[in-house]
């Protein structure tokens, strides 16, 4: 099995000649040199470099010419694992991106990527066509001991993302062959170069403020450009309806930034607070119906579960009207989001937030530091849901928990954009603690709401004249919602004691949310 | 991991040539695969080219005084690891018998490298013995090549027996005839006369060919120097009916 690789390449990344290469392995070797190849290579990830986190490269490989004939199907996808082993499945065909997982065929490289990425997308992250050539290293028992592959641009006129290299590659048991052959062609002048990885959309180094003096205007404003510049990077893949996590994570930025307008409203200008505000509420609003229902659809292969009498089969119908609705949501949304309003919005914002840093603090409100401002909005948010949780007792209604709910993400806003004010450990223990209260308030106010909405659905599927058997399945789900329900709800009470113990107490004190 | 092992109480019988074929396929198929060669004679090591040693030799492996990745060889084909033969494998019950849990010793050394593999072929010693024991502990499939004479089929009702006899978890077992010639009466008629109902009979029959032959001599795996060969279609088969979805 292939093992870790080493890349040379010329010191002015000039083209590399063939000749000159085997002859100074052939000291050594006896080297074999395989067909010629032009291979287009589609490097693959997602759009949040998923695969790049886990280690792991995936191409989607396309023989395109080669010197002999050989018998292989010409395409391939190629995962190349963390320990630099490799992972081919042949025959693939006919494939286009971006694509979800399921079009992988059934096979090693798609269970090794399907828990990595889960539901997003494969896109193209680069293009090439290169020129291969690939030799193999033998010993005297002709067996291959290292492989040497010449890989340069198909065209010298073409703007290639990476010169013409030559990449050792050690085999599992021969190690000293490789150090071998890579100490024969350093000697004709190559040298190693390091393989960079692409750059992550969304993942700008976050400003590393740490002066708790500087002005809150300055860290909030850099969180806001930060939401900005993620909800323009999301806005392409949600037009195009890549996957399902371009409008989440397009509207994480909208509640984001709605949170941050709100924690900053001691030190920013009114005009956030009469305008930029009800504008990123109605912006969030818009997208709604569609990750709603996104959500159920992500949901249906888990509900089908669910069923004990009914069967799965009689969720086609509510999945056919799922479908349906989003289709129409759909193009609701994106002609909004296409529409002159939106872009002007989108401009004008980037306008502001430009602008923040020079328009003059208004008379009235205090001069704030960052420090002082984090600490009075974690203080006061804290408090709302310590006080809120408190409230809460047997008989309390749902729309109680609904605004805990709602105080609990401010907290966790607060944290996350002060976060590079506050301790890095103690943060983490905090929303840790806060998390698993969300979690239990969010399973409950998530069960509240589908359960009115698959009773909207239903009705709304009588009308159309769905089967009898549609609406019991769906009758079912209900009821396994209100077993769901009643389980958070019962959770409650330890999420919250949890939160409220002494040591998230200390906690909160660190972060400067106890005054 | 899944565990795989070409095994029979008779030498001659095609389990090698099995062993190396199947593991060729299963790394083909883009499976991380490593095929330990548990036979002294080594002919699956030889097969691939690889020289027939093991730092320290079965002592170093079994006591674990060498991990087993030290001794893994890559051989010639993408996702196919060896663990080569090394002539003091004939010495390994008396090893094995040495240690703790001396029958689950092999075992625990494939669970060292099971994140490394996806597929493990075992090419075992024609015997019962110690060695024997472990392969059963170890193995998820017990891969069983029969000639097809009526003393091979005694000797699946001892090795069946044998399996049964196990104590602890026991692989499945699956026959599967090979160096047939269906030329030959005998052959045809052991073939449908084999009792299906207490050992699953693979389908495939593997032919006596002599491009099968020839692997030690070309030294590779059949489907890799004759992909279009009836053998290889047989091999591809034998793996589509027995491989681990």
Redesign the interface.
């Known amino acids: ?3 870790t690789t080493r890349v040379l390449q010329a010191a002015d990344e000039g083209p590399l000649e063939l000749e000159p290469i085997i002859t100074a392995l052939s000291a050594q070797f006896a080297v074999a040199t395989g067909s010629k190849q032009i291979v287009r290579r589609v490097r693959l990830d997602t759009f949040d470099r998923l695969l790049g986190a886990a280690g792991l490269a995936l191409e989607h490989q396309t023989v395109e010419v080669r010197e002999t004939a050989v ?1 292989d199907t010409g395409e391939r996808l190629v ?1 190349s694992r963390p ?1 630099g ?6 025959s693939v065909k006919n494939l286009r991106w971006p694509a979800l997982v399921d079009v992988l065929p059934s ?3 798609r269970d090794a990527i399907a828990p990595v990425i889960g539901i997003r997308a494969l896109m193209v992250v680069s293009d090439e066509r290169r020129r291969l050539r690939r030799l ?1 290293l033998r010993n005297e ?4 001991v290292a492989r040497v592959e010449l890989d340069e641009p198909a065209s010298h006129t073409a703007v290639a993302a990476s010169p013409a290299q030559l990449t050792v590659r050690r ?4 190690e000293e062959q490789a150090r071998r052959a890579d100490r024969l062609l350093v000697g004709l002048g190559l040298h190693a170069v390091g393989h960079g990885e692409d750059g992550e959309p969304g993942s700008a180094q976050k400003a590393s403020v740490t002066d708790r003096g500087i002005p809150a205007r300055e860290l909030l404003s850099a969180a806001l450009s930060e939401f900005l510049v993620t909800m323009r990077e999301n806005l392409p893949g949600l037009l195009a309806d890549v996957d399902t996590e371009f409008l989440h994570d397009f509207r994480v930025s909208v509640r984001r930034t709605r949170a941050t307008l709100k924690l900053g409203r001691p030190v920013l200008p009114e005009v956030m607070r009469s305008h930029w505000e009800p504008a990123f509420r109605s912006l969030g609003d818009l997208t709604t119906p569609v990750r709603d229902l996104d959500v159920y659809q992500l949901d249906l292969p888990a509900m089908r579960l669910w069923l004990v009498t009914a069967d799965p089969a009689d969720l086609d119908l509510l999945a056919a009207y799922l479908r349906r609705r989003r289709a129409v949501a759909r193009r609701a949304l994106v002609r909004s989001l296409r529409s002159v309003t939106f872009r002007r919005m989108l401009t004008e914002w980037g306008g502001e937030l430009a602008t923040l840093m020079d328009t003059p603090e208004e008379t009235d409100l205090e001069p704030l530091s960052a420090g002082q401002l984090a600490d009075r909005s974690i203080s006061r948010v804290y408090r709302r849901v310590v006080r809120g949780g408190a409230g809460i007792g047997a008989d309390s209604p749902a729309q109680d928990l609904h605004w805990l709910r709602k105080r609990c993400k401010e907290l966790r806003y607060a944290l996350e954009v002060f976060a590079p004010l506050i301790d890095h450990a103690a943060r983490k223990r905090a929303v840790a603690d806060l998390k698993s209260l969300q979690d239990v308030l969010g399973r409950f106010q998530d069960t509240e709401v589908q359960r009115r909405a698959m009773r909207g659905f239903a009705e709304e599927m009588m009308a159309e004249g769905t089967t009898a058997g549609a609406v019991l399945a769906m009758g079912e789900l209900i009821g396994h919602l209100d077993v769901e329900q009643d389980r958070a709800r019962r959770e409650f009470d330890a999420a919250f004691g949890r939160f409220e113990r002494p040591s998230s107490l200390q906690l909160m004190h660190r972060l400067g949310g106890v005054r | 991991m899944r565990v795989l092992a070409t095994y029979n109480i008779k030498g001659g019988v095609g389990k090698t040539s099995t062993a190396v074929n199947l593991a060729y396929l299963a790394a083909r198929e883009g499976r991380r695969t490593l095929l330990w060669d548990l036979d002294p004679q080594a002919a699956a090591t030889y097969m691939f080219r690889v020289r027939p040693r093991v730092k320290g030799g079965s002592h170093a492996l079994v006591t674990r005084k060498r991990p087993i990745e030290e001794a893994l060889k890559a051989t010639d084909f993408e996702n196919l690891d060896l663990l080569p033969a090394d002539f003091s494998y004939r010495n390994m019950d008396l090893e094995l018998d040495d240690t703790k849990k001396r029958t689950r010793r092999l075992g625990q050394l494939l669970d060292s490298v099971a994140a490394d593999y996806d597929m493990v072929f075992l090419d075992c010693p024609p015997s019962i013995s110690l060695v024997s024991e472990n392969v059963l502990h170890a193995s998820d499939t017990l891969l069983v090549p029969l000639i097809p004479a009526t003393l091979s089929l005694r000797t699946l009702d001892q090795l069946t027996r044998f399996v049964a006899d196990s104590q602890g978890s026991r692989p499945e077992v699956v026959a599967f005839f090979s160096m047939a010639d269906r030329r030959k009466r005998l052959h045809r008629d052991v073939i449908d006369a084999i009792p299906r109902d207490r050992t699953r009979v693979a389908d495939t029959v593997i032919p006596a060919l002599s491009i099968i032959e020839q692997m030690a001599v070309r030294r590779a795996p059949v489907p890799a120097f004759a992909p279009t060969s009836r053998a290889a279609q047989c091999y591809e088969q034998l793996w589509a009916e027995v491989c681990p979805r």
Request: glycine share 8%.
């Open positions: 099995m292939m093992r018998r995962l320990d082993s490799s992972t081919v499945a042949v096979g090693p490289v193999d028992d002709r067996k291959i085999l599992r048991g021969y």
